[in-house]
């Protein structure tokens, strides 16, 4: 269905595979189409709850662009590029459903702004994270400059920016850009222990949390508005009665996303 990436869903969980294994999952311009298309079909089915992202074989998740695409000569070429890069990652980052990264290597350049626009990481022991675009006499293009720094803090996030270096999975859990750091043969199955107990709650909460969450870091929205905004939605919904009185009732809630 995609030319590069493999797509299996199980348990109403997706896990795409970026496959380019040959040249380190490196996103060109047929992975970037393939993942916004992707992404189309995570908005629109719903027996897709949740989203785990990942690269194919040992060594890396994404190790970056495809550095031979880059070509053009004017400022308005640049832009477009980079342009593009931000909406596809955009529709991650605001995807209704959870997208977890599954960081199984090198995630730098590219790799590391797709694994930042996905609402959280988990790394395997020999992850390694960096934006080192300086290198080639660019900065990153596809978000990187503004969620390295709402991730992990403006002093530590512009050290990585313009030495180019490279952090470690450890380091990486250390400044919060990761959640949890395990063997690789563990890492698939600890993605999808967390998201069966996600997939497990209300839905549409779920969309509202990433929807105010999202808006802290939003200078157009007032994230508490947001916030009133989506609890309201929920409110009203049969999910939220269902859930009150399995509480009271003392059982499990069964929730339908409505």
């Known amino acids: 269905m995609y030319s590069t ?3 299996s869903l199980e348990n109403n969980i997706l896990i795409i595979t970026i496959n380019r294994p040959d040249k380190l999952n490196a996103l060109n311009q047929q992975v970037m189409s393939d ?3 992707v992404m189309d079909e995570v908005y629109r089915n ?3 709850k949740s989203v785990i992202i990942t690269g194919a074989g040992p060594k890396s998740f994404v190790a970056g662009a495809d550095i031979s695409e880059f070509v053009g000569s004017s400022i308005e ?3 477009a590029l980079a342009k ?6 955009f529709k991650i980052e605001n995807a209704p459903k959870p997208v977890m990264a599954c960081v199984n290597g090198f995630a730098l350049g590219g790799g590391c702004e797709l694994a930042m626009s996905c609402h959280f990481r988990i790394a395997s022991e020999n992850a390694k994270f960096g934006q080192p675009e300086v290198n080639l006499g660019l900065l990153p293009g596809y978000g990187g400059t503004q969620r390295l720094t709402q991730l992990i803090g403006k002093g530590r996030a512009l050290e990585l920016l313009m030495s180019g270096g490279m952090i470690d999975a450890a380091t990486a859990l250390q400044y919060g850009l990761v959640n949890y750091v395990l063997p690789q043969e563990q890492l698939l199955q ?3 222990d967390i998201l069966n107990i ?3 709650k209300a839905p549409i909460a779920v969309a509202g949390c990433i ?7 939003d200078e157009t929205k007032n994230g508490f508005d947001v916030e009133l905004n989506e609890f309201g939605k929920c409110f009203v919904t049969d999910d939220m009665k269902e859930g009150t009185a399995a509480f009271l009732e003392k059982r499990k809630a069964i929730f339908k996303g409505k």
């Open 5 to 7: 990436l493999l797509t």
């Open 84 to 89: 593009r890069g931000q909406d596809i990652f």
């Open 35 to 37: 993942l916004n298309d």
């Open 190 to 192: 600890k993605a999808k």
């Open 198 to 200: 996600i997939n497990s």
């Open 77 to 79: 070429q640049g832009k």
């Open 46 to 48: 719903p027996e897709i």
């Open 211 to 217: 929807t105010a969450a999202n808006a802290v870091f």
